[in-house]
């Protein structure tokens, strides 16, 4: 996720493509109108970091609750292993425009990990 951001600058820079007038500098206004554009390629980058923001921030939160729980070494490893395996693959699938359900599948693995530790949260609370 932290990769994203210097990712969003290099596709910006490399396809000329800014939000901001401040960011062309001091162009003529035939250049900042050229620059002050949206890009495919920038659009897909950014995308990708909110889907990031989207979902590593709610694992974040349900894995330190996870991790509050006490579980086995084994089963947490495995949790966040996989959830990070599967959120990797997810930013290379979307980056590289990897067919789907490539990046489908991979963000459902992520879902479905996020899914399992807020079970083991919640059981654990309400059993006690």
């Given at each position: 996720m932290m990769l994203m951001g210097p990712l969003t600058g290099y596709f910006r820079f490399?396809?000329?493509a800014f939000s901001n007038e401040e960011d062309v500098g001091k162009k003529s206004a035939e250049e900042k109108k050229k620059m002050l554009r949206t890009h495919p390629d920038v659009e897909r980058v950014r995308?990708?970091?909110?889907?990031?923001?989207?979902?590593?921030i709610p694992f974040v939160v349900v894995g330190l609750l996870y991790a509050l729980t006490a579980p086995e070494l084994s089963a947490a490893l495995l949790h966040f292993r996989i959830f990070a395996g599967a959120r990797i693959f997810?930013?290379?699938?979307?980056v590289c425009a990897l067919p789907q359900p490539s990046r489908g599948l991979?963000?459902?693995l992520g879902m479905l990990v996020t899914?399992?530790?807020a079970y083991r949260v919640l059981s654990t609370v309400l059993l006690l």
């Open positions: 490399s396809r000329g995308r990708c970091h909110l889907n990031d923001l989207e979902n590593i997810h930013t290379v699938a979307y991979s963000w459902m899914f399992s530790m």
